[in-house]
């Protein structure tokens, strides 16, 4: 399963830049995928036809998970703040190697990448935390299509 979701706000709007999480449950053999729906949140222009779409899937196999966000469909919406995508991905094992989009990521600790998450747009890396199981992976979104190789 693929489940979006944003950091607990006491009201829309209360946070700038949010990111963008992703909390991803793969399965061996068994694809995923998600349609992300966002409009501005405040008005009714989503009746005009001002939102975007995104798909999302997952895919894993015995040596690695594979999860694509594609590039976003547009209609009519351009007020999309900056923003990072933070992926949870459940993981038992430390992984080998993450790419995105073929190029390596960098190891952080889990504070240091989550430092500076709604203001530093450029910063991408993983941090994988053997106690909770959890890799956790941190890259800006730019509105293009990306795609996350992690090896087991």
Do not use: C
Request: hydrophobic share 35%; net charge positive.
């Amino acid at each position: 399963a693929i489940l979006p979701m944003m950091p607990v706000m006491p009201y829309i709007g209360a946070m700038k830049n949010t990111p963008m999480i992703l909390e991803v449950f793969p399965v061996l053999n068994r694809p995923s995928s998600f349609e992300l729906y966002e409009d501005d949140g405040e008005t009714n222009n989503y009746k005009k036809g001002k939102f975007i779409k995104t798909n999302i899937e997952s895919k894993t196999t015995s040596s690695e998970i594979k999860i694509t966000i594609h590039k976003p469909e547009n209609f009519n919406f351009d007020d999309l703040e900056k923003r990072n995508y933070w992926l949870k991905i459940h993981l038992v094992n430390k992984p080998k190697k993450v790419l995105l989009n073929d190029k390596n990521l960098k190891k952080f600790s889990q504070s240091k990448l989550a430092e500076n998450l709604n203001t530093a747009f450029s910063e991408a890396g993983y941090f994988h935390d053997k106690h909770l199981n959890l890799l956790y992976i941190r890259f800006g979104d730019d509105k293009g299509e990306k795609i996350v190789l992690i090896n087991k």
